[in-house]
């Protein structure tokens, strides 16, 4: 197994606030993938898009990105062909908050994972319709596990029945609320312990490539690995 991660250099055109950032990078790409007709299928399909980006680095300390700064994103895919297209209609593209400037492919080849962190909140639909777990950390297991099963199943049409987690918590205080659109969803940051069996390892490094639960696309749910 391997990802890719498309390594993004762009101008900032106006100035954005940190939790605003989500929805601009997912509007520039959504609106490149118009431009091509595989992307623009996948985009208008309820499907999982199986890839994830991060926010905008490095962080602003004051939680605004300046106008006229030069800033770095990285997207994230575990599928070559659907990485290559999106490098393509992003490259020397820009909009009303972007200009990019440079692109560059990176391959990351898999290796053992002991930890997942996730560096962008991630997002939970609980069964009320809203984004509050209430700390219900045994919701959040159980939604992980069954969110990058599917994912599995939906990549490699093979079925899995594995729980890949050997621990989690919590590492944010409160929920973090992140505009999007005309609502406010509430995201919030895991440490994820991975059990060392190769197919855990699997899960784990798929939840790497294409983020853990829900809404990618929107840039949740982006980890790191240790």
Same mark, same amino acid.
């Given at each position: ?35 091509? @007709?595989?992307?623009?299928? %996948? #985009? ?16 602003? @300390? ?45 391959? #990351? ?7 997942? &962190? ?5 997002? &939970? ?13 045994? %919701? ?35 929920? &973090? ?28 490094? %798929? ?20």
């Amino acid at each position: 197994m391997q990802y890719f991660n498309l390594k993004v250099t762009a101008l900032l055109k106006q100035d954005l606030q940190s939790m605003e950032t989500y929805q601009r990078i997912n509007d520039l790409i959504s609106y490149l993938m118009l431009k091509d @007709k595989t992307l623009k299928d %996948l #985009h208008e399909k309820n499907t999982y898009k199986n890839y994830v980006f991060c926010n905008l680095y490095p962080v602003q @300390k004051d939680g605004i990105y300046k106008q006229n700064n030069i800033y770095f994103f990285d997207l994230r895919g575990i599928e070559f062909d659907k990485i290559m297209k999106l490098k393509q209609v992003m490259s020397d593209s820009e909009n009303d908050y972007f200009k990019i400037i440079q692109i560059n492919l990176q391959t #990351h080849q898999k290796s053992d994972i002991k930890k997942l &962190i996730t560096l962008t909140p991630a997002i &939970i639909t609980t069964p009320k319709g809203d984004y509050d777990i209430k700390d219900d950390l045994n %919701l959040v297991k159980d939604r992980i596990i069954a969110n990058i099963q599917k994912k599995y199943k939906n990549i490699y049409d093979t079925p899995v029945d594995v729980d890949f987690i050997k621990s989690i918590k919590k590492t944010n205080r409160n929920p &973090i609320k992140i505009p999007y659109k005309n609502i406010n969803m509430l995201g919030n940051k895991f440490e994820i312990e991975v059990k060392e069996d190769p197919m855990s390892q699997n899960l784990a490094y %798929l939840a790497l490539s294409v983020g853990i639960l829900e809404k990618n696309s929107l840039g949740f749910g982006f980890c790191m690995a240790k």
